[in-house]
Each structure stands twice: as structure tokens, then as C-alpha cells.
């Protein structure tokens, strides 16, 4: 089981569809609107408080020890992987659902995801949503709210693209927001994949296995995968997933005209189930 | 080692609208902000910052040097 579910799932169920884990409560009344600007800030200026770490990329010591802290920093916002038939189901909890600009593509790339020449792909949720307004720089752009339906096929539309469906948390458990994302303009997957930040993007609860049979070695999936997981066998003429690697995020079985790789239950292969 | 990269804010007075290097770069080393953010407001294009943040990434193909319109980028080769 993975740490979260361990923690806050509901009877041994995935944390991310528990209803609690949607419910954040409002703690104590904002004074005057003031504290949260700042979180917004450190928010949206993200990467840059990692550039520390980044210097110490030669010092493999000194590294490890601030790759740490960061880590558990990212205990209390980060996310995991989900397969495309858990986030129709978490849109089935989660109200009210708002579609926003992606925020790591703003910042890597400089991207505004307008509406209309660049759909947007990010999902806001909670009924944070409603006060949008109050935070213009925030949600650039504007947000627009989806019913369960349209949410699922905005969701399905992206990820048959090729993009990977992440949650987001915002103070751990409760749940923020559905990201489609993909490598190198999305920070979640890029913090753990090139440095190892783990609570930033957990592995999902699936794991994709080819079928050897059914494979012709078309070597569309290789193209899909945004973790480096697949390979082309020259010899054997079949494309390989090396399962340690592999997210779970499904993005190739949906990408395979043969049909040829499924998701499997992490759980189910002693190997996997503690890899996370 | 990592290469040095140092973008001189003078120059550099728009970031988010110039945005050249932003995606110029073969392996996405930059990252655009907003250095202050206010109730209501949206930060004005001036309150912008680019800075070179994954730098153990960047190859030296120095392609954000040229694109620069301004000249407001330098790269070179890390020292310790
Ligand atoms: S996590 Fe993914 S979708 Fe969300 S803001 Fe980042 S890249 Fe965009
Ligand atoms: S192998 Fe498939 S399921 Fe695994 S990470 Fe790559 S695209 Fe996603
Ligand atoms: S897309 Fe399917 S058939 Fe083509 S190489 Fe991948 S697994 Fe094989
Ligand atoms: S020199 Fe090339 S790799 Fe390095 S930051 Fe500039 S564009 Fe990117
Ligand atoms: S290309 Fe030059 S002027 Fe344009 S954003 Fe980058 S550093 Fe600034």
C-alpha cells in the first residue's frame, strides 16, 4: 500500500477517493485577504527556490543532504500518478471543478494556455475555485467551471494525447487539483525524475506490462512514455517496459494500436508493491 | 561541472512577453516568475524575473545567447 493510503485512505481504499481528502477545512477567516499572498508568490515563483539544490548537483553529499529537506517539504504538497479510470472517478467526487491555466508550463516555458489557441488542461477543485477572482495574477487568464462529465472528457482528451494525469495536494491530503502533464515543461515529474524529489510525484497504483504476443514492435508507445520507461528491442523486434521505471500513467496502453499493454495492480508483484 | 549562467535584469525588462530564451532551450534551463503578486491585480509585465534555474541541464549550444534580443544572457563553461 502506498504511504498515502496507509495514512488517508478510507478502509484500505486509494487515498484519493476518499471524500475526506476533498473537504479541506477552512481553518481560521483570512484576515483582510494578507496571508495568503505571499503562499501565492512562492507558489507561482516555484523553481526558482530550487536553485540551491541545483548548485550542489557536482557535491553528491552536500546534495543528498539538501535533497532531504526538500523532500519532506514536499510532504505536504505533491502528488502521485493516477490511471484515467481513478481520475473519472475522483471528478465524480470532487465539487466544484474549474479549468485553469497550467501554471508549470507558465513558468518553464512562458506558455498562457489562452482558451483558444492553447486549451487549457489544468483542473482546479474545491470550492477554493469560487474566489478565483481575488487572485487575478494567480489565475491568469480566467477559469471556467465543468460539470462531472465535461470534466471527464477533458480529461480523457488530454491523456489520449499523450499527457499524464497527476493530482496535486495542497497541504497533504487534501486535494487541489487534476494536472495533465508531460516532460520537461511539468515540475512535478521533472523534480523526481532528475532529482529525485519523490513525494513530489509518487508512482501510481498501476503498473503497464506489454504483452509479447500481441506486440508487432510498431514502437508507437516508445514515443508516447514521458518517463524514459520504454525501449525498442532491436532483436526481438518488441518494445519493452522496464517496470521499475514505469509511472503507471497508462498513457501507452491507450497509444497501442495493437492492444498489446495493460495496467496491472502495482500491488499484485511483490517486486513493485513498495516502489513507489 | 555546472555552467554559469547569468541574465543581467537591466536588460531583460519583459520577460514573460519577450520569452526567447524561455523556449529556445533544448533543455528547458529557464524559469519565468512574477516577483510580487497583488489582491485583484494581475503583476505587471515589469514585475517579471527570468532566471536560470536548472542549469546542471544546459549543454552550452549557447542557442539563448543568440536569441536574446537584448544581450542580456551570458553562458560559460562552470568553474569550481
Ligand atoms: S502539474 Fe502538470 S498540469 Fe499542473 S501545473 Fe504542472 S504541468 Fe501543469
Ligand atoms: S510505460 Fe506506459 S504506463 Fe508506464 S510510465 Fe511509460 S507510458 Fe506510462
Ligand atoms: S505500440 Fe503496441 S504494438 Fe506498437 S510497439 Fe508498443 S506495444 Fe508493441
Ligand atoms: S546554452 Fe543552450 S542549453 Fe544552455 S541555457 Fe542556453 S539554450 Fe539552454
Ligand atoms: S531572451 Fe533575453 S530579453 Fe528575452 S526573456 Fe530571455 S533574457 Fe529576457
Excluded at chain 1, 474566489?131 to 489520449?160: C, D, M, N, Q
Excluded at chain 1, 503497464?208 to 512514455?225: D, L, M
Aim: glycine letters at 8%.
Amino acid at each position: 500500500m502506498c504511504e498515502l493510503c496507509e495514512k488517508y485512505g478510507d478502509n484500505g481504499g486509494r487515498w484519493y477517493l476518499n471524500p475526506e481528502n476533498y473537504a479541506r477545512p477552512l481553518y481560521k477567516k483570512v484576515e483582510k485577504g494578507k496571508e495568503k499572498e505571499p503562499m501565492i508568490l512562492t507558489e507561482l515563483q516555484g523553481p526558482f527556490y530550487y536553485k540551491p539544490l541545483i548548485e550542489l548537483k557536482d557535491n553528491p553529499e552536500a546534495f543528498e543532504k539538501m535533497r532531504e529537506g526538500y523532500s519532506k517539504f514536499h510532504e505536504t504538497m505533491g502528488g502521485q500518478v493516477v490511471s484515467l479510470e481513478d481520475a473519472k472517478k475522483m471528478v465524480e467526487i470532487a465539487q466544484p471543478i474549474a479549468r485553469m491555466d497550467c501554471i508549470c508550463r507558465r513558468i518553464t516555458r512562458a506558455t498562457l494556455e489562452d482558451g483558444e489557441q492553447r486549451p487549457r488542461t489544468c483542473l482546479g477543485l474545491g470550492v477554493g475555485m469560487f474566489r478565483w477572482e481575488e487572485w487575478p495574477e494567480r489565475y491568469k487568464g480566467g477559469v471556467e467551471f465543468l460539470s462531472t462529465e465535461e470534466a471527464k472528457e477533458h480529461i480523457e482528451h488530454w491523456h489520449k494525447r499523450g499527457m499524464v494525469i497527476t493530482i496535486m495536494t495542497f497541504g497533504t491530503p487534501y486535494i487541489g487539483g487534476i494536472c495533465l502533464c508531460d516532460y520537461p515543461d511539468c515540475l512535478a515529474i521533472r523534480m523526481r525524475l532528475d532529482y529525485g524529489i519523490k513525494p513530489m510525484l509518487l508512482k501510481g497504483h498501476q503498473v503497464a506490462k506489454v504483452n509479447y504476443e500481441e506486440c508487432t514492435g510498431c514502437g508507437t508507445c516508445v514515443q508516447r512514455c514521458q518517463f524514459g520507461a520504454i525501449k525498442m528491442e532491436v532483436t526481438t523486434k518488441k518494445s519493452n517496459i522496464d517496470m521499475t521505471r514505469c509511472f503507471g500513467c497508462g498513457v501507452c496502453t491507450y497509444a497501442c494500436p495493437q492492444d498489446a499493454i495493460s495496467l496491472i495492480d502495482r500491488e499484485k508483484l511483490p517486486g513493485l508493491k513498495e516502489e513507489w | 561541472m555546472i555552467p554559469q549562467i547569468e541574465i543581467d535584469k537591466n536588460k531583460c525588462a519583459t520577460p514573460y512577453e519577450c520569452k526567447k530564451c524561455l523556449q529556445i532551450c533544448p533543455q528547458a534551463v529557464f524559469a519565468v516568475a512574477p516577483t510580487k503578486v497583488e489582491r485583484f491585480k494581475e503583476t505587471a509585465p515589469e514585475d517579471y524575473e527570468v532566471q536560470a534555474v536548472f542549469k546542471d541541464k544546459c549543454v552550452l549550444c549557447m542557442d539563448c545567447v543568440k536569441v536574446c534580443p537584448t544581450g542580456a544572457i551570458k553562458v560559460k563553461v562552470g568553474s569550481s
